[in-house]
């Protein structure tokens, strides 16, 4: 790395951050400038709490997104059939209340009764068999594929939809108005857990057909049965959800409306919290973690480490195809350096790409790529590069817990790149656009991601990236060997033998670099001091029902 370039830009970054954080009507959109106070233009009452995201949804349809934004909304909106104990990855009924395997391929659910949806009509095993069915049949009619819903998650927690030989769910029945029935291809050891991963939110049939392939949509609807009723979402600015006077849980939600602001910067977000205009927010820059302990105002609130934040190397693009190249660029990039720059004690970096809570399925023989930029160059020359070659970095333009500064990071990459003589023209869009594009062939030649685990076990980190279906942003890339490994380790349930199986998983990743893990971080979230009842998720996101504001 260019040594003297990368800390100019670093303090560059730094003296930045500064002055928005003081002067934030400079640094912000006019959407961001607007405060936002409890009895302002919401018609907010005085206990309404006010949450900094860091940016706006996708939408709002279950099952049809896969970024962290579109979920924390999702679930203040929507129950979904299990859900986790708070600020754990341990199981809880939610909208079912018992589960169990008559078979290894049989799972039966019991459902809660009595629950209703915002709209007044009934949840009940029909509308569980409608919410599953529209993300696993292609044909379904309420589906509305044709209008270029996706529902990738799907298949990356479940290998295909239906009709697929890869499809793990083979069919859905109810056997009575309390009684789903789930027929799987294969065991899965794992599949109440995937089920209760934050996609799967379960929304009213009546309102889906009413609003046809606009549900989910600002000035559509969106109707679970969750603790917030939607009441309006103004594009770039907020969404506005009031409390849900009917909910099964008796007490809940706290508080009578619930704001959700889009800051997508991490120094306004903290400038608004410092300044009343929110109550609590997530995904600050570790850089801010002393600004917000030293303010007598705010905690400090750490959320359990669960994801990875890594670089996709995509090989359809011919450069990358060959993975001496993809090697040269892991030994190129001066990850220890960075992390430790931008992330300071906040993260770590190894050679997995799952997180160390999971080491019992890593190799433990593995060694990080250490930082060789001549080794890297050596790497090029043999793979026909010896003058580098054009490559394209896609950046995301939304701090996640992974990356809270994705631009800055970016810039970091290129320049150590372009040490080595690969000549990176960095790129950006629109968060729904960046992350739908990827998909489109032939997708981004290199690209930021990240991931927070949706349940606590290493298939929802790997399978989902390497399985059948998940490559799709790397150009399709499969390895036979891996899909059989990683197909082992879901039908195995003994710790030991699945142990065995991932650590192969993790050591042909390690040799293929196809996602480069950079960072496993521990994300800083903030609140003032008058909030209450707040317990975030090492998932990434949570209920807001238990948050209380004194007044």
Request: glycine share 8%.
């Amino acid at each position: 790395m260019r040594q003297a370039a990368f800390y100019r830009w670093r303090s560059l970054w730094l003296a930045v951050a500064f002055v928005c954080a003081i002067a934030l009507t400079n640094c912000t959109s006019s959407n961001q400038q607007k405060a936002v106070t409890p009895t302002g233009s919401t018609g907010a009452p005085g206990n309404a709490l006010i949450y900094g995201s860091e940016g706006q949804p996708i939408n709002l349809e279950p099952g049809n997104i896969t970024d962290g934004n579109s979920i924390i909304v999702q679930d203040q909106i929507y129950d979904r059939l299990i859900t986790f104990k708070p600020g754990t990855t341990d199981l809880k009924p939610s909208l079912v209340t018992e589960w169990r395997t008559t078979d290894p391929t049989t799972w039966t659910f019991k459902l809660r009764q009595g629950v209703t949806f915002h709209d007044g009509t009934a949840f009940d095993a029909d509308a569980v068999k409608f919410n599953v069915e529209r993300w696993w049949d292609p044909q379904h009619p309420n589906g509305y594929r044709n209008a270029g819903k996706r529902y990738e998650i799907w298949a990356g927690l479940f290998g295909g939809f239906k009709g697929s030989p890869d499809s793990l769910l083979q069919s859905v029945t109810v056997l009575d108005p309390a009684t789903v029935q789930f027929k799987l291809k294969q065991p899965f050891a794992g599949f109440p857990n995937a089920l209760a991963s934050g996609y799967f939110g379960i929304a009213s049939p009546a309102a889906i057909r009413k609003a046809g392939a606009s549900y989910g949509t600002p000035g559509s609807l969106a109707i679970g049965t969750g603790p917030f009723v939607f009441k309006e979402w103004r594009t770039g600015d907020r969404i506005v959800l009031e409390k849900n006077p009917n909910y099964w849980q008796t007490g809940l939600p706290k508080v009578n409306q619930l704001v959700v602001r889009f800051v997508t910067d991490p120094a306004a977000r903290l400038a608004q919290l410092r300044a009343g205009q929110s109550d609590f927010t997530v995904d600050l820059a570790p850089d801010q973690k002393n600004e917000v302990t030293s303010d007598p105002n705010l905690d400090a609130v750490m959320r359990p480490s669960f994801n990875v934040g890594f670089l996709a190397l995509n090989p359809s693009y011919k450069p990358l195809a060959d993975v001496r190249v993809r090697r040269a660029i892991a030994l190129a990039i001066n990850r220890p350096a960075i992390v430790k720059a931008f992330w300071g004690d906040l993260g770590v970096h190894d050679a997995h790409f799952t997180p160390p809570t999971l080491s019992w399925s890593q190799d433990a023989t593995l060694a990080a790529y250490p930082f060789a930029p001549e080794q890297a160059k050596q790497l090029l020359a043999a793979a026909g590069y010896p003058n580098g070659f054009d490559l394209d970095l896609w950046y995301m333009p939304v701090s996640r817990p992974y990356y809270p500064t994705p631009k800055p990071i970016a810039e970091a990459f290129a320049a150590d790149l372009s040490a080595v003589g690969i000549r990176v023209s960095l790129q950006t869009k629109d968060w729904a656009a960046y992350q739908a594009d990827r998909l489109k062939p032939p997708g981004y030649q290199s690209f930021m991601m990240g991931w927070t685990g949706d349940y606590g076990d290493p298939d929802n980190f790997l399978y989902y990236h390497f399985g059948p279906g998940g490559t799709a942003d790397l150009g399709n890339w499969k390895d036979d060997r891996l899909f059989q490994l990683l197909n082992q380790a879901r039908e195995a349930s003994d710790k030991a033998t699945r142990a065995k199986l991932y650590s192969q998983v993790d050591a042909i990743l390690h040799r293929e670099i196809l996602r480069l893990p950079i960072v496993h971080s521990q994300p800083l979230l903030a609140k003032r001091k008058a909030i209450d009842g707040w317990v975030p998720s090492p998932l990434g996101s949570e209920t807001f029902d238990t948050v209380t504001k004194n007044q």
